[in-house]
């Protein structure tokens, strides 16, 4: 070869890979932009490798019902919330390969309700895609992804480099975009909605089984086969979700199946009988927990996941310090949108049930709060927050006997609106057992 | 496939690889596989089109070349008993070159004619005919890719061989390489036979710095489709067809910015066709020579779509001006109004004609020929008044052509440029004309500029800002080249390390902010649906 086309060759090289560095660090900045997805990618990564008791991998039944910070707080385990918000079931086995590159001997917990249907659209996969660490691993599940979508070669680009996808949000850009970084949570869920409201759902559990179509029962005979041949410790959960009878039948099926197979599978779909999650006050939406009964949620499965693996309690290690971080952050979060008794985890009567309220302003603009008896309880404990955003906190303004239903605040004058709840308890041995509460749509504003 | 795909992308570089590794004499083989290929992704069987218009030209060429070749020997070698035998003999020969040549065209333009214009023709005469009981049917045809192009192209072939000006192509498969060449074939230039076909036959070995100047071209190409026009497409597309009432000077914006994405969109094409040719060893025409920077409507189309503006001057408007019915013409009106009359009536009807087709190639819809008509108008002004300018000029004190002045006719061509694309942007004629009347409707509200309403046509401030900083950057290269001076030139003078920061730093920006990818769908050159 000449000299000169050698040059221009050496020249051509080093200026793809200059290109190819700039495109790189351009990209950094440009995904879906969906920093809790980036998060839970980061921090996975920052874990010490072999340190997790678990690694519990799912949709976003997973870590809105999960939260690692309370389970360590409470219980001192290490479990860290893998989830990606729509997760494909098709890219389980690549989720289980990539956490058991860096805790191989981790119990991996599989939420199961991510395969009551194979469907998912570009948003998901970037979502789970974007943040993923470049790997084989990682190649390998978009080419399985992709393929599975028949995407042309010029439509499966934007994945690979996201930037091409994204690029137009340039000018909504904000510092957050090039600052943003792990936010220490373990996973916990981080966006804030659900955390302020409440929808009550109706659930009907179905114990039939129907048979799944056949692309479910390969992707999950595929799951199977190679947790069989890597002898991974597994164990798969399902979480209530408002489904449909044949979603439900199928999910049942596939619990028949990994149980078939000799994994064990934790049906969490039955409510409140277990774990107190109650229909009326602790759901966001039809698939995820608000706050409070991910509250409940996490201490079930905390003690579960004691009782039957034998985690034990690692709070005070030092090498374990980013949990206890990760608990003054959680709580720094959640702490806005908590009764006193949910952190202090006082005990509870799931049965007295949370009483509906009304509020409304009297002629002297006097809050005017009336509440429907709650069957059982001996008091009410009334709390008030000043605003709906993150930077107040619910008081204790009062408590009521068992037989009053109605209470007026003639302090309004601190805000031109308040929010209530009404926490009904029942005491026994002279300690109060509280009972649920709603708070949800209660707001007032005073004229 | 278009040019700003990345499907495009592969195409040329698989293209220019297996046509740099061919052998010198087979190169054009490679190009015509790879227009052959282009044109067939584009337009898939639509291809018979194409092949049908080169087969027609390329045997009228050669009929015509024969025709000549033995009417010249026969000329020459037979013992002609009088000179009026032999001028008949050449009226004869010439005449059947004619029937040939206008039977040629008849076939190549009847398909254009067809496949583009059928429908408005019909729909036109149907008017018509309705009242007579019966009306032409109403077909829609596919229309294949570039045949606008093609077409005018195997025309001014034919003619050229036909006036003796060009010798006949020999080789079928070449000729059709020359119809179909892929960078030009999607929105010109128009080539003509003899600049671009040695180009297209010849060899061409790999040049490092033509190469480079070729991406250049196309980068610069890039950035003016995919950040200009694609992105002022949002606010015209919202100003001229939400169905939304605007007024005043916010729809004259909305012309002067449609004014900006046709210039960016066809002139970004342009320069991608180019910068692709380039790599390849083949030069073609300039189409744009710094249009907005023209002082007439007439300057404008000397410098706007040069090779249709050429087409058109050579293949209609001096055969119109010169045929017998315009002499005469001419002739008459010469002894009723004078001189001055007589001699440019002529030259005024052939501008009408002449813009009136230049319209109707746009499309086939009354609002394009409005389009070529408002252009004739202004024309026939400027050729009819010039008296009246120069005296008005005078009274304002103006003498020679001082910078204001100057800057005073380019804004002033501009605007009657712009205001003249209202009729082609406009769903219809009369759309248009009720455009114009809402553009006196509060003309001087200024309020948009800060009331917000700016932002409700489609761009967010950001997108705003950028936008005007890449119009000043299209019109500093654009002075700069009226100025004379060549920017890729002066690219290449520069430390390698300037070089790859502009070309990395170009990259770049398109790709960041480039309109593109799903969240815009990159909007289709405006001239290739011409």
């Known amino acids: 070869m000449k000299k000169n086309t050698i040059k221009i060759l050496v020249k051509c090289i080093a200026f793809f890979a200059v290109l190819f560095v700039c495109i790189a660090i351009l990209q950094h900045f440009f995904g879906i932009r969906d920093y809790s997805i980036y998060s839970r990618e980061q921090g996975f990564l920052q874990e010490e490798e072999n340190s997790l008791d678990a690694v519990y991998i799912g949709a976003s039944h997973e870590f809105s019902f999960f939260q690692p910070p309370l389970a360590w707080k409470d219980h001192g385990i290490t479990v860290f919330s893998y989830g990606i918000p729509s997760m494909p079931a098709q890219s389980y086995v690549y989720r289980v390969k990539e956490a058991l590159k860096r805790q191989p001997d981790s119990l991996l917990i599989l939420n199961l309700n991510s395969f009551k249907s194979m469907g998912f659209n570009d948003k998901a996969l970037h979502r789970n895609l974007d943040y993923m660490p470049w790997s084989v691993n990682k190649l390998e599940m978009m080419q399985d992804l992709l393929s599975r979508k028949n995407y042309s070669i010029e439509n499966r680009l934007e994945f690979y480099l996201p930037l091409l996808r994204f690029h137009s949000g340039w000018s909504e850009m904000t510092s957050k975009d090039f600052t943003h970084t792990y936010n220490g949570l373990k996973g916990a869920y981080y966006y804030k909605y659900f955390l302020q409201t409440s929808s009550p759902q109706t659930f009907d559990v179905t114990e039939e089984s129907t048979q799944p179509d056949e692309e479910t029962l390969q992707v999950m005979g595929e799951l199977l086969d190679y947790l069989d041949r890597e002898k991974v410790r597994v164990l798969f959960v399902t979480v209530p979700q408002v489904l449909d009878k044949e979603s439900q039948g199928r999910l049942n099926y596939l619990e028949e199946m990994v149980r078939d197979r000799g994994y064990e599978c934790l049906d969490m779909m039955g409510l409140g009988d277990t774990y107190g999650v109650q229909e009326a006050v602790d759901f966001h939406d039809s698939n995820h927990l608000n706050i409070h009964g991910s509250i409940k949620f996490t201490e079930y499965l905390s003690d579960y996941l004691i009782e039957n693996y034998g985690f034990t309690d690692k709070r005070g290690r030092d090498s374990l310090e980013s949990w206890d971080t990760s608990v003054t952050l959680y709580g720094d979060y959640i702490d806005p949108w908590t009764l006193d008794i949910e952190r202090d985890h006082a005990p509870r009567d799931y049965d007295l049930q949370a009483p509906e309220m009304t509020v409304r302003a009297d002629e002297e603009q006097h809050a005017v709060l009336s509440w429907t008896e709650t069957p059982g309880a001996d008091g009410y404990r009334i709390y008030r927050k000043t605003n709906i955003e993150g930077d107040t906190f619910w008081k204790q303004t009062a408590e009521t006997s068992g037989e009053t239903f109605t209470w007026t605040d003639t302090h309004t004058e601190e805000a031109a609106r308040l929010y209530y709840t009404v926490l009904p308890f029942r005491t026994e041995n002279g300690e109060d057992l509280f009972g649920n509460f709603s708070f949800a749509g209660v707001d007032l504003r005073i004229s | ?530």
């Open chain 2, 1 to 530: 496939m278009t040019f700003v795909s990345f499907s495009f992308l592969i195409f040329i570089t698989l293209t220019v690889f297996v046509y740099f590794i061919t052998p010198g004499r087979w190169q054009w083989v490679v190009l015509l596989l790879a227009s052959l290929c282009f044109f067939w992704l584009n337009s898939r069987w639509l291809v018979v089109f194409l092949a049908a218009a080169a087969l027609t030209a390329f045997l009228t060429g050669l009929w015509l070349s024969n025709i000549d070749r033995t009417s010249k020997k026969l000329l020459k070698e037979k013992d002609w008993s009088s000179k009026e035998e032999k001028k008949k003999y050449r009226e004869s020969v010439k005449r059947r070159k004619k029937v040939l040549l206008f039977c040629a065209i008849l076939v190549v333009l009847g398909m254009l004619l067809v496949l583009k214009y059928y429908r408005f023709f019909a729909s036109t005469a149907n008017q018509g005919l309705r009242l007579l009981g019966f009306e032409l049917p109403s077909f829609k045809f596919l229309m294949p890719l570039g045949i606008s192009f093609y077409t005018l192209q195997a025309i001014a072939y034919m003619v050229d061989v036909y006036r003796g000006k060009e010798e006949a192509d020999r080789n079928f498969f070449r000729f059709l390489l020359f119809m179909s060449f892929f960078p030009q074939i999607v929105q010109g230039p128009i080539a003509r036979h003899h600049q671009l076909a040695e180009q297209l036959y010849a060899s061409h070995r790999f040049s490092y710095l033509r190469c480079t100047f070729g991406l250049q071209l196309i980068l610069w190409g890039w950035m003016k489709k995919l950040i200009i026009a694609d992105r002022v497409m949002i606010p015209v597309t919202q100003i001229f067809d939400s169905g939304k009432q605007y007024t005043g000077l916010l729809l004259f914006l909305g012309a002067v910015l449609y004014s900006v994405q046709v210039y960016a969109d066809f002139s970004g094409g342009m320069d991608m066709a180019r910068g692709v040719s380039q790599i390849l060893g083949i030069e073609l025409e300039e189409n744009f020579r710094q249009p907005y920077f023209a002082d007439s409507v007439e300057n404008f189309w000397r410098r706007w779509h040069i090779t249709l503006g050429s087409w058109m001057r050579d293949y209609v408007f001096y055969p119109l001006t010169l045929s017998g019915p315009f002499v005469t013409i001419s002739k008459k009106t010469r002894k009723i109004f004078g001189a001055f009359v007589g001699k440019r009536l002529p030259a005024l009807l052939a501008s009408f004609i002449v813009y009136a087709l230049v319209g109707l190639w746009h499309g086939p819809e009354w609002k394009y020929i409005a389009y070529g008509l408002w252009n004739g108008l202004i024309i026939a002004a400027g050729i009819l008044l010039p008296e009246i300018y120069a005296r008005m000029k005078k009274l304002a004190g103006i003498e020679g052509t001082p910078f204001s002045w100057r800057l005073f006719m380019i804004l002033r061509t501009f605007t009657l440029i712009s205001l003249g694309r209202v009729f082609s942007r406009s769903g219809s004629v009369m759309t248009a004309l009720h455009v114009f009347k809402n553009m006196t409707v509060q003309w001087w509200d200024l309020s948009f500029w800060v009331d917000g309403r700016l932002n409700e046509l489609g761009l967010d401030s950001p997108n705003w800002v950028l936008l005007l900083i890449a119009v000043c950057v299209l019109l500093i290269t654009d002075l700069l080249h009226e100025k004379g001076i060549r920017i890729r030139e002066g690219i290449a003078r520069q430390p390698l390390i300037f070089r790859w920061i502009v070309y990395i730093g170009a990259i770049l920006v398109i790709l960041v902010f480039g309109i593109y990818g799903a969240e815009y769908n990159s909007a289709s050159f405006i001239y290739e649906q011409f």
